[in-house]
T-cell receptor, first 113, second 109 residues
């Protein structure tokens, strides 16, 4: 049973639209992450947060933005979607500590036409 | 060269076979994760290791810190084990996860 939820599961949208991908977790984790994954490729970190009002850009340059107003909620926003944003977006969370496992959401598969 | 390399990239097996997936890394790490990704895209954490060996059901994960190598073994493989298995290491310096490209496993009945 998932304790981290992503919506929508699938999204097809036209170029230029603003979209927000939702991610919520009920485990009280401080650390949350957004990863981007193209088919058959490795995950790339695009944003992360270590707590409320803390957000950082990841290793992969992204035109998206994130916010962390509440511990449980870490939405990702694209102000103007482009076909190059077509990808799968995975949200994850963990507790502090090197020995904390990662919990992943089921992902949002985004297609921009 | 990627900092995390997995082999093989693709693997097919008959049901019941013993399977080994390998992961080598080139950075200093604080932990290594083995993850399972099913065709729907969701990812499940299988193991997190910083030393030695862990076992969960038919799955065994080992790590050799000196050799910077980890293996994931599946005993008595089953078609439901078909998935992509991903190795990820947490960099000691940056605290960030570095992912391998995954090993695609197909187990046939």
């Amino acid at each position: 049973e998932a304790d981290i939820y992503q919506t929508p599961r699938y999204l097809v949208i036209g170029t230029g639209k603003k979209i927000t991908l939702e991610c919520s977790q009920t485990m009280g984790h401080d650390k949350m992450y957004w990863y981007q994954q193209d088919p058959g490729m490795e995950l790339h970190l695009i944003h992360y947060s270590y707590g409320v009002n803390s957000t950082e850009k990841g290793d992969l340059s992204s035109e998206s933005t994130v916010s962390r107003i509440r511990t449980e909620h870490f939405p990702l926003t694209l102000e103007s979607a482009r076909p190059s944003h077509t990808s799968q977006y995975l949200c994850a969370s963990s507790e502090w500590g090197d020995n904390s496992p990662l919990h992943f959401g089921n992902g949002t598969r985004l297609t921009v036409t | 060269k990627n900092e995390v390399e997995q082999s093989p990239q693709n693997l097919t097996a008959q049901e019941g076979e013993f399977i080994t997936i390998n992961c080598s890394y080139s950075v200093g790490i604080s932990a290594l994760h083995w993850l399972q990704q099913h065709p729907g895209g969701g990812i499940v954490s299988l193991f997190m290791l910083s030393s030695g060996k862990k076992k969960h059901g038919r799955l065994i994960a080992t790590i050799n810190i000196q050799e910077k190598h980890s293996s994931l073994h599946i005993t008595a493989s089953h078609p439901r084990d078909s998935a992509v298995y991903i190795c990820a290491v947490r960099s000691y310096n940056t605290d960030k996860l570095i992912f391998g490209t995954g090993t695609r496993l197909q187990v046939f009945p």
